[in-house]
């Protein structure tokens, strides 16, 4: 058995990864954070099973349960292998889940790509509007171009042909769940549908002014949320005195 972390930041489709920098960085130094990343090859096809199982390799190495936090498809399997091993996690942190993980991202865009009588680039340019609010038109394309990668190269649950299902619901493990209250994706009605999932201990919070990637905009107040469930949930897990929560 290897040291274990205290908390592990999951990550499935990495491209992404420079919107969770802020707030790793701001989690990591109070609490040992580590981060596990899923990179999927050209000739691998898109299978959560092989994913859940590449996680559950990991977590086995390690000696004690963990903290487990994901942003939106890192979170749908975060939650996932909670259900089917909920020994090996302390907690669940969700960003920008909803109670139904299935309603991702990729899902709005392949929804948008069958109803929108327009090309691909322009129904990318719209998701990135919808995702990260008004910005000037290169960032725009440059965001959209982003997204192209991850929906070709990385892991994506959904296709033009097929949407996959996963079981709503929660898990036995505490639970914190965040969105952003500007969220189209998992707006305040997918938000709030995790209420008779939630256990004693379990918390709902909202970003006042944020969007998808709120994590990301708003760093300070979301590591100060985590922390304090955190210490919650472990008192003696958090070393430094947590940062006061913002508004």
Same mark, same amino acid.
């Given at each position: 058995?290897?040291?274990?972390?205290?908390?592990?930041?999951?990550?499935?489709?990495?491209?992404?990864?420079?919107?969770?920098?802020?707030?790793?960085?701001?989690?990591?130094?109070?609490?040992?954070?580590?981060?596990?990343?899923?990179?999927?090859?050209?000739?691998?096809?898109?299978?959560?099973?092989?994913?859940?199982?590449? @996680? +559950?390799?990991? #977590?086995?190495? =390690? %000696?004690?349960?963990? &903290?487990?936090?994901?942003?939106?498809?890192?979170?749908? !399997?975060?939650?996932?292998?909670?259900?089917?091993?909920?020994?090996?996690?302390?907690?669940?942190?969700?960003?920008?889940?909803?109670?139904?993980?299935?309603?991702?991202?990729?899902?709005?865009?392949?929804?948008?790509?069958?109803?929108?009588?327009?090309?691909?680039?322009?129904?990318?340019?719209?998701?990135?509007?919808?995702?990260?609010?008004?910005?000037?038109?290169?960032?725009?394309?440059?965001?959209?171009?982003?997204?192209?990668?991850? @929906? +070709?190269?990385? #892991?994506?649950? =959904? %296709?033009?042909?097929? &949407?996959?299902?996963?079981?709503?619901?929660?898990?036995? !493990?505490?639970?914190?769940?965040?969105?952003?209250?500007?969220?189209?994706?998992?707006?305040?009605?997918?938000?709030?549908?995790?209420?008779?999932?939630?256990?004693?201990?379990?918390?709902?919070?909202?970003?006042?002014?944020?969007?998808?990637?709120?994590?990301?905009?708003?760093?300070?107040?979301?590591?100060?949320?985590?922390?304090?469930?955190?210490?919650?949930?472990?008192?003696?897990?958090?070393?430094?005195?947590?940062?006061?929560?913002?508004?």
């Amino acid at each position: 058995m290897t040291h274990s972390p205290e908390a592990l930041w999951l990550g499935v489709n990495p491209s992404l990864s420079h919107f969770d920098r802020r707030l790793c960085r701001l989690l990591n130094r109070q609490v040992d954070l580590q981060h596990w990343g899923y990179h999927q090859t050209a000739d691998e096809p898109c299978c959560l099973p092989t994913v859940l199982s590449l @996680l +559950d390799d990991y #977590l086995r190495s =390690h %000696s004690q349960p963990i &903290h487990l936090i994901g942003h939106g498809l890192s979170g749908a !399997v975060g939650l996932l292998y909670s259900r089917l091993h909920p020994d090996r996690a302390k907690s669940l942190t969700l960003l920008s889940v909803g109670s139904n993980p299935a309603v991702s991202w990729h899902a709005h865009y392949y929804a948008l790509r069958n109803r929108l009588p327009c090309d691909r680039q322009r129904v990318l340019m719209q998701m990135a509007n919808m995702l990260f609010g008004t910005q000037s038109p290169p960032k725009i394309v440059g965001l959209a171009k982003l997204l192209e990668k991850v @929906l +070709d190269t990385e #892991l994506a649950p =959904h %296709s033009l042909t097929h &949407h996959q299902d996963l079981a709503p619901g929660g898990v036995e !493990v505490p639970l914190l769940v965040c969105h952003g209250a500007y969220d189209v994706i998992v707006d305040a009605n997918a938000h709030s549908r995790w209420q008779p999932c939630l256990k004693t201990g379990d918390r709902l919070w909202t970003c006042p002014a944020g969007r998808h990637f709120f994590h990301h905009t708003h760093a300070p107040q979301t590591s100060a949320v985590i922390l304090d469930f955190w210490q919650y949930t472990d008192a003696p897990l958090v070393r430094a005195p947590l940062i006061e929560i913002l508004s």
